[in-house]
């Protein structure tokens, strides 16, 4: 039982670790072209926007409305996509694109993989915010 603990610790940090590699490489680029400070401003536009959206997926779940789902989807894809959560963007492709085929199946577990994945994304943006330049610079 610890080394399966320790087992899925383990996975978290690389996971977690991968999350920072892309977003890193994002906040490079978006540092380079208009400065920290507008880096973080658009954190914070993303951290207060992607939970109510993820909160409107879950109503849209629980209420069967398709529209909604798909909307959410498309706009989480692109969104995450410009801090750099690119698995995050990558799930919500997915859900996006079987949404749109009408495939619901299993719609509630792919809201809550995304929610999932939203956490690490969030640990590593706050960390970013606090130190914009130390982060991008931190060897990974």
Known sequence: MVWSCAKNMEEGLVEQSAVEIEI?????????????DFLVDLIDVYLADTPK?????????????????IREAHTLKSSSAIVGAMRLSALAKQMEFAWR?????????????FEDE????????NALKSSPAGFVGQER
């Open 24 to 36: 890193s490489d994002k906040a490079k680029e978006w540092m380079e072209e208009y400065g920290a």
């Open 53 to 69: 959206r993820m909160a409107q997926m879950r109503q849209a779940v629980d209420g069967g409305d398709t529209d909604t789902l």
């Open 101 to 113: 085929s009408g495939n619901f199946a299993g719609m509630a577990a792919d809201v809550q993989q």
């Open 118 to 125: 939203f956490i690490r994304v969030k640990a590593a943006l």
